[in-house]
Every structure is written in C-alpha cells, then in structure tokens.
C-alpha cells in the first residue's frame, strides 16, 4: 500500500521557508492570520516572524538550538513559532496545562535556554525555579512586572522587544534540519521528544495530495497551538495552501457556529468530542445555515451522518501521530462511521501480529508505518538512543496502535497496545498519573485505566489500593491530584480495591481493571460536582 505523494514538492524543498517564499511570491498582501489580537498578510506576518527570530539570536540562541513555548492560541504564539522555525532554530512546545515535575522534565529534558512564556504562567516557573538546570532566559508575554520575583534567577526579557527587532534576512532551511522536539507522552516512563525534521512537519501539514484546502477556504483553528494538529494541520496547512488561518483561543459550543458565521469559515479540523458536544446542544433552525463546508474529524463522531445532515458538512477521516506525521486519510465522498480513513500515498502500511507478522484483514494488528523517504517521520527520540531503537526497526515504525482493515482497504484504531490513554484530545501516559497518585500518603499503589467515554474517547479510572489501616477520602485524593496534575490527567473515576490483580511477574492485569468499567462503587469525581477544565488551572 504505497505510491508517491502527488503534486507535494520534492522532499528536500519541503520547509517553513519555500511555503513562506511562495506565499510571498504569490499572495504576500493577502491575509494570512486573524486573531482576537489583530490580523496578519503574509508578509506582515513573515516580517514580524523574521523579527523574532532576529530578537531570540540576540538573545544568544544560536542555529539548531532549542527554544521553549509556553504560550496560549494567539497570532503572537504563531509567529513566535514560525520565528524560531525560520531562524533555523527548534521549537520545543509545551502543554500549557502542566507544572511541576511535568513542567521540568520538558524544560530540562530539551536543554532549552530561553522560554517565551504567558506572564500568567510565571508562578509555575517560579514553583520549580530551582530545579531548572538549563532555563537561563524568559521572554514574557504580557506584564512582565509579574517576573519581578525571578529576576534574581533568570534573565527577563520583554515579548515586545523582539518583535522590536529588525527582521533578520531569510536563511537558508534544510528539509532535514530539525523544526521542533515535540513531546508526546510515554506509557512507561517520562514523555519523550520526538525530534521532527523541516520535512516531516511540512508533509504533516501538506494536503496539496488532496483536494482541499485551496486557497479560497478559510481555516477555522480552535486546537491548542502547542499541539500538532493546531499548530501544524491548522496553521501550517494554511500557510502551504496560502488560505487564511482564524484563530480562537479555544473551542467553545457556543461561539463555534458564531464564529464560523462572522469569518466566512468554510474547513476546519475538530476532535471527535468538538463533534460529540456540537451534537448535544439544542438543535436550531438555523444549524444548516452556515458556510462550513468541510469539517475533518480526528476521530470521528459517533454519528457522522447525523452530523452531516443537520449542520450541512461535509466529514472527513485523519489520523496520525507525532513519529509518523498524518498517514491516514479518509475522503469525505468514502467516509463511514468509526474509520480512520486510507493509507496515504508516501507510506507504506501493515498490521502485524507480536512476532511482526502481517495480520489478515479484519484481524487486529499492531500499525507499522515506512515512508518512502526517511525525513518523512521522525529521527528518533531525545536523548533517548535506546527506546529510538525499539521503535525504528529496518526503517519500519511501531506505532504501538492497535488497528483492523475492512475488504476495502479502510483502517479502522480499536485500541492502544501500550497502557496510554487519551482524553479530550491529550495523549495521557497511565505511568505518570499513577506516579503522582501514589505520592499521597495513604496510598499503597494504583493502577490507571481507561474506561469509555460519552465522547468517544477515554475517560479515566484509578484503582486505588489503600495502604494497610487506612482509608481514603475521593475528595481530598483528588484535590491533591488537582494541586500535581494537569486537569486533563485527574481521574474522573476512584475506584479503591483491597488488592490489584496481578500476572506472577507481578504485571497488573490491566485489561480485567478496565472490563470493570466504571459501575457499581466507582466513585465519579463529575456526579461530586468536581468539573475540571483548562480554566481550572
């Protein structure tokens, strides 16, 4: 299942730099951005870009070098972005949800020296100031009195004084230097850095083998840009295509329809939860009436004809991972219910079983994925040689994603072989709630699962198994995983059991933990009336 990647430049011409360089040569007064905060033409936008990367080389940060971003969805964070891009520098995002030991392992783990940082975010550096080993340097946006108390420990730079800058000339990219370290969680250990070339982020980001975006279509983005699917098939996309790019800080019910109104949105790409909660407000005479015209869903909703029907959208299948870049694609004129789509042409596929050998169709496998040129997926891990060689075997990818074909070629995801979980969009590593949970000091040890959502992904269980005399109360177990965790990793379910059931290795059956579900005796933290999100933080 393999061909090449029709009317996509050839590999090394793949970077940030030739789709800025053809958006300036075939539209450069055309709008590329629209923010709460303003809007950008491309070459606005190229010019501000260009600044920052000029203001972070002021600032010491040399070619190759990581730069950290802890930023909310606004056009500064994307030019933020596409300046460290365009000066040859690497961009280390980071989940504006995490603190603490989450926050220092990324930080210290990328070596990053500078970190541009939200001034609402300065109290979580300021909490773990003293174990950040490389951080010299933090560029703030917003008030930067409020780093006043850090002074003594880091340099303290304004985000206006970079884009104060004058704009640097365009350097050269190479389709093999390195965009970013983008770190994905890990299921046995602390997240890992997937080191992404200038290839494989522009192929990410690239439809030019489908047949939208083009350049008429406006892009709705309301994913997080710390995360691939908004910085890259969002933002990026639209670059490539030189379609303009909406931006909003965030998705919302009730402003998404509002919003698609008022700029004329006619693609944008939505989890399958967006859709679920889409679905669930009260229907409208008026649902139909809007110019979207092409919402691609990753995954898909549960009901995607009734989705089709009553809002008039056309839906479309994606799937894809940080190592792999987006392998799967499912067109909107083929797509069924519960698909992930075709293998697109440039990667070759197969499913196999633990000893690496090919499934039958309707057979669930294990996703190997091979590109047909190396900068395609990632380099490997960082700092991680070991567990780079584990997942990169004679060119193949192990994915360790549990997939089924149909007689007509589809993919369809059944499970996660490895214990990660995923939760309104975010990657959740069980290793690393269970590490946090069994930090409070009435706990013997736990075991994280993922139970079924209303919102066709996971939710999350811990079993819970009380040290010996003790007991524990749910509601002060998850307010102290609320003070250490990110919102979106607190169990939504505690379940407290005598004992786990384990393997005689002493592996927990995890699979029995969540055949139990969340029935009879699970306590759930949403009918206590504790509702996490973002702005819980």
């Keep these: 299942m393999r061909g090449s990647m029709r009317n996509l430049p050839e590999v090394s011409k793949r970077t940030l730099r030739a789709a800025y360089d053809r958006a300036l040569t075939g539209a450069p007064d ?12 491309f070459a606005e936008s190229h010019d501000r870009s260009l600044r920052i990367a000029t203001g972070l080389a002021g600032l010491g940060v040399g ?13 500064d964070a994307i030019h933020a972005w596409s300046g460290v891009s365009l ?38 550096i300021a909490r773990v100031s003293d174990e950040l080993t490389s951080l010299r340097t933090l560029v703030v946006r917003g ?9 003594h420990r880091f340099q303290i730079v304004q985000f206006g004084e970079l884009t104060a800058a004058a704009p640097a000339s365009p350097q050269p990219l190479d389709a093999a230097d390195l965009i970013g370290y983008m770190y994905t969680s890990g299921t046995t250990g602390p997240s890992k850095g997937v080191l992404v070339s200038h290839a494989h982020a522009y192929t990410y980001a690239s439809r030019e083998d489908q047949g939208r975006p083009s350049s008429d279509d406006r892009i709705l983005v309301t994913l997080p840009l710390f995360h691939l699917a908004g910085q890259w098939y969002g933002v990026y996309q639209a670059l490539i295509h030189q379609a303009t790019c909406v931006l909003e800080p965030s998705f919302s019910v009730s402003k998404f329809w509002p919003t698609v109104r008022e700029h004329g949105i006619t693609v944008t790409l939505m989890l399958g939860a967006m859709a679920e909660l889409l679905q669930q407000a009260d229907p409208t005479p008026q649902d139909a009436d809007n110019p979207l015209e092409l919402a691609i869903m ?14 008039g959208v056309d839906v479309a299948a994606v799937y894809g991972m940080s190592e792999i870049g987006a392998v799967l694609y499912g067109p909107p004129d083929t797509v069924v219910g519960g698909e992930c789509g075709f293998p697109r042409a440039g990667y070759e596929l197969k499913l196999v079983d633990d000893n690496g050998k090919e499934v039958p169709t309707g057979t669930v496998g294990e996703l190997w994925v091979r590109p047909e040129h190396p900068l395609m ?23 360790g994603d549990a997939f089924r074909t149909d007689t007509d070629g589809r993919f369809y995801f059944t499970d996660r072989m490895k214990d990660a979980l995923r939760r309104r969009g975010e990657n959740i590593s069980s290793f690393e709630v269970e590490r946090v949970i069994n930090e409070y000091p009435d706990v013997y040890e736990s075991a994280v699962v993922a139970v079924p959502s209303e919102f066709t992904e996971d939710e999350i269980k811990a079993v819970v198994v009380p040290k010996d005399g003790r007991e524990i109360d ?7 995983l609320v003070d250490r965790l990110p919102y979106f990793m607190v169990p939504r379910y505690l379940e407290f059991a005598d ?39």
């Design 499 to 537: 004992e786990l059931p384990k393997t005689p290795t002493q592996k927990v059956h995890k699979h029995l933990l969540r055949e139990r579900g969340a029935g009879p005796g699970v306590w759930d933290r949403e009918a206590a009336g504790i509702v996490l999100r973002r702005s819980s933080q």
């Design 298 to 311: 990753a995954p898909l909703a549960s009901d995607v004809e009734g989705f089709r029907a009553r809002f």
């Design 143 to 151: 008030d930067i009195s409020a780093a006043d108390e850090l002074r």
């Design 377 to 399: 997926v990632m380099r490997g891990y960082h700092n991680l040689p070991e567990k780079t060689a584990e997942t990169i075997v004679d060119g193949w990818i192990h994915t």
């Design 474 to 480: 749910p509601v002060e177990l998850t307010h102290f």
């Design 30 to 41: 055309k709008v590329a951005q629209i923010g709460r905060d303003g809007q950008y033409t």
């Design 87 to 124: 000066g040859g520098m690497i961009e280390v995002p980071v989940n504006t949800a995490y603190k603490g030991t989450f926050l220092t392992h990324i930080l210290n783990d990328s070596g990053a020296q500078t970190l541009i940082v939200e001034d609402g975010y300065l109290e979580r």
């Design 63 to 75: 070619r190759q070098q990581p730069v950290a971003l802890l930023l909310d969805n606004s056009l």
